[in-house]
């Protein structure tokens, strides 16, 4: 009898897992595929540029838009994210995202795609708005580090797709029905989440607090010195690295390279290496944070100089598998280090600043960086973003003293 009952105990344990991991697999799918329409548009840039006659270098800015509404949107739906329920509007962007994107590909003119980009942005922030603070609310506390690690891991693979899939569908079929495919695969996943996430009673524990004040905890939280340092970690990690992500598709395309949308895709597939964001959560838990972030800042410096002063494919990618495993080995790790420092309800509203600082940091790069690119090349735009990854090792560095001065002084007067 004994037997049979820890038996039926190890099978509802088994079910209990394996239905966790559904659930987890379903929000890091829709995450994927949200981050991905926010990148997508970075490999085809020649393509838009012929497609509404105007100038290549003209044409990021349908990167810089999507990807400011899209950091912007934060800032409203972290509070939001910590009242109602989560996966709902994780479906309600999905929906909206799809609408914007087939409406996009229809667009006759380069004024109305960037309105339409702009929303596109908006409407894919709900997603990951909604998805990390429920994988982070129901992953249980021995296993936080590697589901949060897993949903930051999705983010950084959107990006990866999002680059590779765009270019080399567009290569086949043109930008226009690449756009009509993801929206369709956008409808789908909404269908998905909606059967299998959504539940049909509200389990989930809902804030009764005023929306209001949670805007007003969230700008709180915001000027706290211990959590403002860390966003600007983020901001200024993501303006080094998006920048030289950017404009590594202009790179390509001049001279010595001459790549097309579809090359400058499969070499975007370096990135692949952001998969070490779930393990680089976990090992963290085990070693210390401050021993990831500290080296993968110093690797991200080290990765820059590579893809910046060498005219070497073969550098280059290696410069990108480098840049992609040091940035996602210390972005979930950043994440975790302000999951400890903010109340459990407030991690929807931490959650949303941090990726509002981070790709507001990218968003700013790809339009600050542009006179950078006309005066003086590539290789201004590697010292702008060397001096960014600086910036970022002297703010984290500052902050964990200001942190040990701190415990010095609670000591002495203890």
């Known amino acids: 009898m004994r037997a049979l009952s820890q038996s039926l ?17 379903i929000a890091c799918t829709i995450n994927l595929l949200a981050v991905s329409t926010v990148f997508m548009t970075q490999s085809i840039f020649s393509e838009l540029a012929t497609s509404f006659s105007i100038d290549v270098t003209q044409a990021r800015f349908s990167f810089s838009i999507i990807s400011l509404s899209y950091a912007a949107a934060f800032f409203f739906l972290g509070p ?43 409407c894919a922030a709900l ?13 249980p506390r021995n296993k936080i580090g590697v589901y949060v690690g897993l949903i930051v891991a999705s983010g950084t693979l959107g990006v990866i797709f999002g680059r590779v899939f765009m270019g080399i569908l567009t290569e086949a ?31 989930q524990t809902g804030n009764n607090t005023r929306l209001s004040e949670l805007y007003k905890n969230a700008m709180r939280l915001m000027l706290k010195s211990e959590i403002l340092s860390l966003l600007l970690v983020g901001f200024t990690l993501y303006f080094g690295f998006l920048g030289m992500v950017t404009f590594l598709t202009y790179r390509l395309l001049a001279p010595p390279f001459h790549f097309s949308s579809g090359e400058i895709g499969w070499i975007s597939f370096a990135g692949i ?52 495993l040091s940035v996602y080995s210390c972005q979930p790790t950043v994440f ?16 949303s600043l941090y990726i509002l600082f981070c790709i507001g940091g990218g968003s700013l790069s790809s339009i600050l960086l542009g006179p950078v690119w006309l005066s003086y090349g590539w290789h201004g735009i590697t010292v702008s973003c060397s001096l960014s990854l600086l910036i970022s090792l002297c703010i984290m ?14 000591v002495q007067q203890a």
Do not use: C
Not at 92 to 99: D, I, S
Not at 285 to 307: C, D
């Open 173 to 203: 079929v043109g930008w226009q029905i690449s756009f009509r495919i993801v929206s369709a695969v956008l409808l789908f996943l909404s269908a998905v989440t909606q059967l299998l996430l959504v539940e049909k009673k509200n389990t």
């Open 336 to 351: 975790l280090l302000i999951g400890q420092r903010v109340p459990r309800e407030s991690i929807g509203s931490a959650s």
């Open 397 to 410: 560095a500052g902050s964990v003293l200001m942190k040990n001065e701190s415990r010095k002084i609670s």
């Open 9 to 25: 105990q190890e099978r509802v344990a088994e079910s209990g897992t394996a239905a966790e991991l559904l659930k987890i697999l």
């Open 273 to 324: 290496t952001a998969v070490i964001a779930p393990f680089a959560g976990s090992i963290s838990q085990k070693t210390g944070v401050l021993k990831i972030i500290f080296p993968s800042l110093v690797v991200s410096l080290l990765s820059f100089q590579l893809m910046g002063w060498f005219q070497s494919i073969f550098l280059t990618v290696v410069g990108l598998l480098l840049l992609f």
């Open 127 to 139: 997603i990951p708005a909604s998805m990390f603070p429920h994988v982070a609310r129901i992953s």
């Open 80 to 122: 939001a994210a910590d009242k109602f329920n989560l996966p709902k509007i994780a479906v309600t962007g999905l929906v909206l995202l799809a609408m914007t994107v087939i409406g996009a590909s229809y667009t006759p003119n380069f004024g109305l795609f960037i309105l339409a980009m702009a929303l596109m942005g908006i």
